[in-house]
């Protein structure tokens, strides 16, 4: 992704400088910055306070009139970038300029480059910046006891109802399943950027970025596909990944994952970040054992058992049935959350055709079930 600089960059120095730059200025058409011509002394104008997302400003140190700029400047609009510009750059001048809220220095003469890289650095440092102030919203993990289980299946349909109850910045479904992950298929979208560029992205990563990766499914949320190549889940860098989780919750109004069926580091770290998380079971022995053994682990590493959500997934609607609902509470030792009903039909239909349940069939069980589950999930947070 191509970092570029914000609007209404200014640079107030004095006139001779002034000249100089503006014709460096001028030989680039793409160049943000605006010249302000004043001596050293003189106050900065009230409209160009007012405007500046950015500002670079001359100051004499020998000067009081000159000094009091920066008093004027964090006054009008404290949260203002700063970059001050000095003839002679001496330590203990730019000592006393970083105590009074400066942050950074530039010497006079400019070099156009020079400047342009100090401005694009505090830019994507003030985006940073900004972004930590942010709250997080919920971040909902959905986990598969077991291969076949429909979690991922679930993760469509409950991001699409979690996005029909929001407006404004919506939600997120990030498809962590890096190996095997599905959310491209189901949704009949693909994107140039998946979520392996993300974690790979480094420092670079900002909201920006992540808006990069970002597709609109058609389904009512937004969402980070998982690479096309098979990756090594050992690749994944943890604090990467948190970093990541940060971001797209500032930046989205709910979060959902859809995570593999594999158990490492950072799988499990994604659902300790988790306010959410909901483990997908079925009905069979099978689905019922490995659903004990995630929450044996879950309980080895000191998940709190408030935050999960069990789900049984297939419930048909019949009288006799070899396993029930509540023998899985017995059987786990943990309440049932929701039952999602069995529904081939409706489902099966919609995945041939990379639609939701409910866009085939209105009134698709299975589609009902999940707009209660994110209601109730919803309701628990008072949103």
Known sequence: MELVL?????????????????????????SPLTCVSLVASAPVPDDVLAKAQLLVVEVDPADR?????????????????????????????VRTLVRQGVNDVATMPFDLDELSA???????????????????SPLIAVVRSNGGSGATTVATHL?????????GRGTCLIDLDLQFGNI??????????????????GSRLDSEFLKSAVIDSGHGFMAICAPEAITPLETVDVDQLLHLLAVARREFECVVLDLPANWTGWTLSAVLAATDIVLI?????????????????????????????LVVNRVEKRLFRTIGVEEVRETLGQPVYATLSADPASLGNAQDQGMLAWEINRKSRFGQDIVALAQRLDEARGD
């Open 6 to 30: 914000p609007e209404d960059i200014y640079v107030i120095v004095n006139p001779p400088e002034a000249m100089r730059l503006e014709r460096a200025i001028a030989m680039r058409q793409d």
């Open 65 to 93: 009139a000159s000094v009091r700029r920066i008093a004027q400047i964090r006054s009008a609009r404290p949260r203002v970038p700063v970059i001050v510009a000095l003839q002679d750059a001496n330590v203990s001048v």
């Open 118 to 136: 100090q401005l694009l650095d505090l830019a994507v440092q003030s985006r940073a910046d900004a972004a930590d102030h942010l709250p997080l």
């Open 159 to 167: 991001a699409s109802a979690m996005g029909a109850r929001r407006g």
């Open 184 to 201: 491209a298929a189901f949704t009949a979208q693909s994107g140039k950027t998946s979520v392996v560029d993300l974690l790979e992205a």
């Open 281 to 309: 079971c079925d009905l069979s022995v099978a689905g019922l054992r490995q659903a004990k053994r995630r929450l044996d682990l879950f309980d080895t590493v000191g998940l709190p058992r408030d935050r999960l959500r």
